[in-house]
């Protein structure tokens, strides 16, 4: 490593320095000439019609300078499915979306001009539960789709599941279940939005995607008829994504709406319960796994399948069963493998990608499965996991090669600092459990959504100039 001036080498945090000192410029310090202050009103019911929508008194109050239905602006679809909309109309799915949205002068304001906006709506049934959303006669979440469950077909077969079941000496069984977690960021979402002289779009955006944000925007202003105009994405600093900002979010189509209307800056900034009542978690799992061995330990068969809960709109969350995949075919070696994975609309939240990007729950199911089917098979954990331990060279059921893998010796050497084989059965007055789980995840980033998140592009012009185009942030 001596050769190299970066790899190997402990490199300073770039901006650790005005993290520290304070000089750190998030979405909170922004402040324009002239800003207005944005609110959203969110729907009373999880499921219902709209059926009339009074803004009088709110367009009434002083310092109110717009206000917004989904009634008054063109209608936008947005998100991985198109299913979503800056401001419903019609129909809302779930408590999150969004009916109505003011700016004012100031955030007072803007808060109590929501206040008087009145809405009347027709409730209708609702589901929550993803396996009860998949049954004939549920509720329909989007009633032009059909079915509940949505055109994302995840699936990995290879080899014959049902012949290595005949085959294998050992079969364990289970169920388990995932909630939702929240991302908890210490900066709240948000985001400032304007017009230049020119007519050109500036957003300072809270978003761990500028270039996907800017492509997404730039189809919104060809929607508001300005196609021709250029959109500016100013990235502050970010109080923590963990996969929440890697969509484009209602929040921000209607930052821009009101900015478009009002002719003026406007800035929508999250409260703390906003945070947790409107931004989208990490997505709930029903994973039923069985898997099965020969006499030896070795790994026979893998059968997994998941249903998640999509909610009533669909974001990142309905891709990570992609990388799902990973840790179920790769991690182990395992010949015969079935995998399925289905997202079905419910009346709940919509999900998000958060760290891990679906590699917690799938791991947590199969690394307890592994534990059981040891103890069935009479063999310690941490040797069944080095029995089956993927090494170089190797070729999973996704038909990855295997280029480097250290995982027998990291369990080796966890053994070794545990002491595990020394301690482990030991009958004492006190003692400290211990458990063993591996885990394998993506490198990069998957290509789901048209973009190669770590891709680099450099470019330098005949003057020494560089360019960086690049997916990380």
């Known amino acids: 490593m001596e050769q190299f001036a970066v790899v190997g080498k402990p490199i300073p945090k770039r901006d650790a320095y005005y993290k520290a000192t304070g000089q750190a410029f998030y979405i909170q310090d922004v402040t324009l000439p002239g800003m207005l202050y944005g609110k959203i009103l969110w729907s009373q019911y999880p499921h219902a019609r709209i059926v009339n929508i009074d803004t009088s008194k709110a367009k009434r109050l002083p310092g109110v300078k717009a206000v917004l239905t989904g009634y008054d602006v063109p209608e936008f679809r947005f998100g991985f499915l ?57 509720p329909l979440i989007h009633e032009e789709k059909g079915t509940n469950v949505l055109p994302l077909p995840w699936k990995l077969k290879v080899g014959d599941v049902e012949e290595a079941k005949k085959r294998s000496a050992y079969i364990v069984s289970d169920r388990f279940k995932t909630t939702w977690v ?29 270039y996907l944000a800017q492509r997404d925007f730039q189809e919104f202003l060809s929607v508001l008829g300005l196609g021709d105009k250029r959109v500016r994405i100013i990235q502050p600093y970010i109080g923590g994504g963990f996969g929440s900002k890697l969509d484009t979010y209602a929040y921000e189509y209607i930052a821009i709406l009101l900015a478009w209307v009002t002719k003026r800056p406007v800035k929508i900034l999250f409260t703390r319960e906003e945070e947790f009542k409107y931004t989208s978690p990490r997505q709930p799992t029903i994973i039923e796994i069985t898997q099965g061995c020969d006499k030896e330990g070795r790994l026979t068969f893998r059968e997994v399948h998941m249903i998640l809960d ?9 891709t990570t069963p992609s990388v799902m995949m990973m ?3 790769s991690l182990y070696k ?40 040891a103890e069935e098979a009479g063999i310690d954990p941490m040797e069944f996991r080095l029995i089956n331990a993927n090494q170089p060279g190797e070729i999973t059921p996704q038909n990855f090669k295997v280029s480097s893998c250290a995982l027998r010796e990291c369990i080796e050497e966890v053994g070794r600092l545990l002491e595990w084989k020394e301690k482990r059965g030991k009958q004492r007055d006190k003692a400290r459990g211990v458990g ?12 789901v959504y048209r973009s190669d998140g770590c891709g680099t592009i450099i470019k330098i012009d005949d003057f020494g100039k560089v360019q960086v185009f690049t997916g990380a942030t």
């Open 82 to 138: 198109k299913d979503n909309m800056p401001l419903k109309k019609n129909k809302v799915v779930t408590l999150r979306d969004e009916v109505a949205a003011v700016a004012a002068i100031d955030p007072d304001i803007a808060e109590e001009a929501i206040s008087l906006i009145k809405v009347d709506y027709e409730p209708l049934p609702t589901v929550f539960d993803p396996i009860e959303a998949m049954q004939e006669g549920a």
């Open 182 to 210: 929240t991302h908890c960021c210490m900066g709240t979402s948000g985001c400032v939005a304007y017009f230049d002289p020119q007519g050109n779009l500036v957003i300072y955006a809270n978003t761990q995607i500028p």
């Open 310 to 318: 999509n909610g009533g709109r669909t974001s990142w969350g309905a």
């Open 327 to 329: 840790p179920i075919s």
């Open 334 to 373: 395992v010949p015969n493998v079935l995998y399925t994975a289905t997202c079905v609309y419910t009346n709940n939240t919509y999900c998000q990608a958060m760290r891990g990007y679906g590699n917690p729950q799938a791991t947590w199911a199969i690394e307890c499965s592994m534990d059981e089917l």
């Open 436 to 447: 063993m789980a591996s885990l394998i995840h993506v490198g990069g980033g998957a290509r």
